[in-house]
């Protein structure tokens, strides 16, 4: 079983940047997805970002271009830089893993959907005040 920590929440003014990190008890290799998720008070789980092993990403329109996925897997990390942090991106930040899904043709691919993660860090709250 995974294990995920998270860490790096904070509160900035609009403009400003952050940088969240996850560390994994076991970094997953290949078939696993990786990402970063968040929920605002009353709103839904919504994805962020996510990775697949071989580096693929899948942003969400909000934070394109705004905010970027790393992993270091020397160091079992997964990290989350936020660029021009808007008051709309204050939530509890959440690192998941999960298994990837399979096509037709065998190959893996992640789906930037909550309910295909099976392994969450306990959050990290980030607050953007305008």
């Known amino acids: 079983q995974v294990q995920l920590a998270e860490s790096g929440g904070g509160s900035v003014q609009s403009g400003g940047s952050l940088r969240l990190s996850c560390a994994a008890s076991?970094?997953?290799?290949?078939?696993?997805?990786m990402g970063w998720f968040r929920q605002a008070p009353g709103k839904e789980r919504e994805g962020v970002v996510i990775?697949?092993?071989?580096?693929?990403?899948t942003y969400a329109d909000s934070v394109k271009g705004r905010f970027t996925i790393s992993q270091d897997n020397a160091k079992n990390t997964l990290y989350l830089h936020m660029d021009n942090l808007k008051p709309e991106d204050t939530a509890m930040y959440y690192c998941?893993?999960?298994?990837?899904?399979?096509?037709?043709?065998?190959?893996?691919?992640?789906?930037?959907?909550?309910?295909?993660?099976?392994?969450w860090g306990q959050g990290t709250q980030v607050t953007v005040s305008s």
């Open positions: 990775i697949d092993s071989a580096g693929r990403t």
């Open positions: 076991e970094y997953p290799n290949r078939g696993f997805c």
């Open positions: 998941a893993a999960g298994r990837a899904l399979y096509d037709d043709a065998g190959a893996t691919y992640c789906v930037r959907v909550p309910s295909l993660f099976h392994f």
